[in-house]
């Protein structure tokens, strides 16, 4: 199984701040590469697909970036709806793992 | 609307039976994997496996082979999980999602809004 690794666990950022988190799989996937974004008591959202791919409805402050082993999801400008769990999952080979996740939470 | 709707919020015992379903509906229920996802308590996500109700395909995450069924019946536009006997380690919520493949997407793009199983004596 590919391992997929998040830094940091969690972080505390304010509104306005640029945020990133980053995932590192344990070998190459390309681009294969997934953010989804989970609030408490709800189903996580896809966010972006394909490393960088921005999904349909998703606000433009989200991006991603990264290839190969290393891939960073970045909030240009946290706003209160962002606070949140963050998972990244390779979709190179099965089984799909997910990363453990990122909290993100308000400072 | 593309969704998905879950079944609701099972109590069992442990070697209980259980199936829970997930009906889709603003699609073509054929031609989309329905994936599963376990997240225990205070826990993240694991990818459990995925069905393709078109043909019945069906790839399991060797952490979950044979610890549970996935199945569909494609006349009533629903996906199934159960197990044949419940442990108490089987208690988290479990969320179906669509698997979407095109334009290099290959992710979960619509999820139920999950099924809480509680397993205890």
């Known amino acids: 199984d590919i391992q997929m690794t998040q830094s940091p666990s969690s972080l505390s950022a304010s509104v306005g701040d640029r945020v990133t988190i980053t995932c590192r799989a344990s070998?190459?996937?390309?681009?294969?590469l997934n953010w989804y974004q989970q609030k408490p008591g709800k189903a996580p959202k896809l966010l972006i697909y394909?490393?960088?791919s921005l999904q349909s409805g998703v606000p433009s402050r989200f991006s991603g970036s990264g290839s190969g082993t290393d891939f960073t999801l970045t909030i240009s400008s946290l706003q209160p709806e962002d606070f949140a769990t963050y998972y990244c999952?390779?979709?190179?080979?099965?089984?799909?793992?997910f990363g453990q996740g990122t909290k993100v939470e308000i400072k | 609307e593309v969704q998905l709707v879950q079944s609701g919020a099972e109590v069992k015992k442990p070697g209980e039976p259980l199936k829970i379903s997930c009906k889709g509906s603003?699609?073509?229920?054929?031609?989309?994997?329905i994936g599963w996802v376990r997240q225990m308590p205070g826990k993240g996500l694991e990818w459990m496996g995925i069905?393709?109700?078109?043909?019945?395909?069906?790839r399991y995450s060797p952490s979950f082979q044979g610890q549970v069924t996935m199945s569909a019946d494609k006349s009533i536009r629903t996906a199934y999980l159960q197990w044949s006997s419940l442990k108490a380690s089987d208690t988290a919520m479990y969320y179906c999602?669509?698997?979407?493949?095109?334009?290099?997407?290959?992710?979960?793009?619509?999820w139920g809004q999950g099924t809480m199983v509680t397993v205890s004596s």
């Open positions: 999602a669509r698997q979407n493949y095109g334009d290099s997407k290959d992710a979960f793009d619509i």
């Open positions: 603003g699609y073509i229920f054929t031609t989309y994997w």
């Open positions: 069905f393709y109700p078109g043909d019945s395909e069906t």
């Open positions: 070998q190459s996937i390309t681009s294969y």
């Open positions: 394909f490393a960088s």
């Open positions: 999952q390779q979709s190179h080979s099965t089984p799909r793992t």
